[in-house]
Each structure stands twice: as structure tokens, then as C-alpha cells.
């Protein structure tokens, strides 16, 4: 029993020690550039929550990476590694630019879910090769999800910069050139900002802010997978040929259903990453639309450790990582490239810690199911 509680405590501070460990180890960093590392986390810190705007950019960040680790913790929870969400999600994000600015004249009531719907059918459509790939001819789903990401890139530009380029854009007459982008989405697909339902409660918002209804929905998606792994018995299934694949076959589950299934649902979430930046930011599709939401989801997922709540928590951790970065760049004058280097140090230390921690606890977890079955034994004999 001492054990049981010894392993949730453990579980419990897993994450906190990976946070504590990894601000020591990025104050090494931050004294080598010639800066206290006191005022760097106290202008972080204060930059991040003295305001309230600054509150909402971080949960405007973190809204993508909530997705993004939900489409990566389904693979994982299955014992599959998608390492192809970056990839997923691109497409899917061209997908629903590619409905948004293609369909005219529809209300926004069907216009806006219709987009959606499109992004997450991109993003299951690009992850049912690699699955398909892996259940019929055994090729490993890493190997080919990392050679997929590498085709939905020059993919997308070629369709970007060539087949769907918006020809029509009005440019001053001799200044400047047309942008390599796709047409922009109208209105009724644009994903409205949580601006007006905030202001109910009092609550007002800049106009700077792009917090929107992705947000509220990623919560909400967080809490269907939660139910979904808990409750059905896919979900049961799912985790079980996580656990063990022979032991599930064993007991009746087909481990080639379950991974297809589970892997066109990882895509399908996946293809919802890059929907708040297009429908509540940008408003069309370019060459530099934002990118390695789906590897920052593998971290994510990670420090979540594979719980939907979990990757809530961990999500908001990189928005206020990202949104502090952009405080002690502007306030303390910290180059960009040593930010970039602070944040990477920050992500790597909490990741391998939670993985050391995660093995660790595992190991006491066998241990005490060895001791239960040892102890059940001997009051049978007895």
C-alpha cells in the first residue's frame, strides 16, 4: 500500500521536478550570456501575468499545441509514435483554407463547421497512408510519417505558390510583388474571437488579441478524448493493445482495427492544429504559415504525460514560455537566437526528466503487480 501511494506522489511531482531541474539548468544558460537569471524569470513572470491581454495571448498560444499533444497522445496511448502530425496538420489546414475561400455564398452557421470538418478530414486523409502502410505491409509508422512530412511540405508550396495562388491581389503601382498565398477565406469562415462573450463577464479584451472559439473547443475536444479512452470500449481496447499487443490479441481485440481506427482519429485531430492561426488569425493560407506545432506536440504530450487534462496544462506551459520569450526580448534585450536556445534547453530538461520519472514509476508499478499476484497466491495455497 505504501508503495501505491509513493508511486502517486511520484506521479504527481514528476512534472514539477522537471520544471524545477530544467529552470536550473537554463539559469546556467542565462548566466553564460551575461544576464541574471533572477531577472530573467522575474521578467518573464511579470511580462506573462501583469496583464490581462498577456494572459489571453498565452491561451491564444497554447490553443494549437492543446490539439496538436491530443493527436499525439492517441498514437502513443496505442503504443504508436505519430510523428506525422506535422505533416497532418498542414494538410489539413489547406484542406479547410482550400473549402473556406472555394465555397461562396453559404451562412456562416454551415460555412464555419463545414471548414472544420474539411481540416480534420485533411488531416485523417494524410495519416491513413502511413497506417494503412503499417497494418498491410508492416513498414514501421515513424520512417514512413517522417517522409510524409517531408512530401505535405513541398506539397503545400507547390499548391500555395502555383495552383491556388491568389493572382488578384491590388499591389501599388511599381512597389512591392504579389504574395506567395492562397485567396482570402470570407467572413462566414472565419472563426469569430472570444471577445464578445468574454465582455458578458466584464471581461474586455484589445483588439490585438486573437483568442478565439478554438480555444474553448480544444477544452472541450480534451474532455470528449478523456471520455473516449475512459469510458467506451474502444477506448479500452485502445489502451489495452497499447499495454500489451499479444495479450490484447489474446483476448479477442483485433490490434490491425484498433490501429486504424486510432491512427485516422490522431490524424483527424491533427488536422485541427494549424485551424486557429488560419480562421482566427491569418484568414488565408502562405508560404509562412506557422510551423512545428506538431513537433512541440510530441513534448507536449509528453509532459501531459498521455492525459488529456495533462496536455491542457502542458500546452499553457509553452504558451507562457512563448509569450515570456517575447518579454525578455523586448524589456531585458535578450537576442533571439539565446531564446530560442533557453526555450529548446527548457523543453529538452522536462522531457527527458518526465521520461526518467515516467520509467521510474513504471518500474515500481511492476514491481507492485508482482508483489499483489505474489501475495494473492500464497492466501489461495494457504
Not at 503504443?79 to 479547410?96: D, H, S
Not at 484589445?206 to 470500449?233: D, E
Not at 495479450?247 to 490522431?266: D, H, Q, W
Request: aromatic share 12%; net charge positive; proline share 4%.
Amino acid at each position: 500500500m505504501k508503495r501505491k501511494y509513493l508511486i502517486t506522489v511520484l506521479r504527481v511531482l514528476a512534472p514539477v521536478l522537471a520544471i524545477v531541474l530544467s529552470v536550473l539548468i537554463s539559469s546556467i544558460v542565462i548566466l553564460a550570456i551575461g544576464k541574471s537569471p533572477l531577472q530573467v524569470f522575474y521578467t518573464i513572470f511579470q511580462f506573462s501575468f501583469s496583464r490581462l491581454d498577456s494572459v489571453a495571448i498565452i491561451l491564444y498560444n497554447a490553443t494549437p499545441l492543446i490539439f496538436s499533444g491530443l493527436a499525439v497522445s492517441l498514437g502513443f496511448r496505442m503504443g504508436l509514435f505519430n510523428i506525422g502530425v506535422e505533416g497532418q496538420y498542414l494538410m489539413g489546414a489547406f484542406f479547410a483554407a482550400l473549402a473556406g475561400f472555394s465555397l461562396k455564398g453559404l451562412p456562416a452557421v454551415i460555412h464555419l463547421p463545414l471548414v472544420i470538418l474539411c481540416g480534420a478530414l485533411g488531416g485523417m486523409l494524410w495519416s491513413f497512408i502511413p497506417i494503412y502502410l503499417k497494418v498491410k505491409r508492416g513498414v514501421h509508422e515513424v520512417i514512413s510519417t517522417i517522409m510524409l512530412n517531408y512530401i505535405s511540405f513541398s506539397l503545400i508550396h507547390y499548391l500555395i505558390a502555383d495552383v491556388f495562388m491568389d493572382r488578384s491581389q491590388k499591389l501599388l503601382e511599381g512597389l512591392g510583388s504579389m504574395l506567395a498565398r492562397t485567396p482570402k477565406l470570407p467572413p462566414s469562415a472565419l472563426m469569430p474571437k472570444l471577445h464578445g462573450f468574454l465582455g458578458l463577464f466584464g471581461i474586455e479584451l484589445p483588439r490585438h488579441v486573437y483568442l478565439n472559439w478554438f480555444f474553448p473547443l480544444g477544452l472541450l475536444l480534451a474532455g470528449l478524448t478523456y471520455y473516449l479512452l475512459m469510458y467506451t470500449p474502444f477506448g479500452f481496447e485502445l489502451r489495452a493493445v497499447g499495454q500489451n499487443q499479444e495479450a490484447a490479441r489474446t483476448a479477442g481485440i483485433k490490434p490491425e482495427r484498433v490501429y486504424m481506427v486510432g491512427f485516422l482519429l490522431s490524424g483527424a485531430v491533427a488536422g485541427l492544429v494549424g485551424l486557429s492561426d488560419l480562421l482566427g488569425y491569418f484568414g488565408y493560407m502562405d508560404l509562412d504559415f506557422p510551423r512545428n506545432y506538431g513537433f512541440d506536440g510530441i513534448a507536449v504530450a509528453l509532459i501531459g504525460q498521455n492525459n488529456p487534462f495533462g496536455i491542457i496544462v502542458s500546452a499553457m506551459l509553452f504558451g507562457f514560455l512563448r509569450r515570456g520569450a517575447e518579454g525578455i526580448q523586448t524589456l531585458l534585450g535578450v537576442p533571439m537566437d539565446t531564446i530560442v536556445i533557453l526555450q529548446a534547453v527548457m523543453i529538452l530538461s522536462i522531457v527527458v526528466i518526465t521520461k526518467v520519472m515516467n520509467d521510474y514509476i513504471k518500474r515500481l508499478e511492476k514491481k507492485e503487480d508482482v508483489r499483489v499476484c505474489s501475495s494473492q497466491s500464497s492466501s489461495l495455497q494457504a
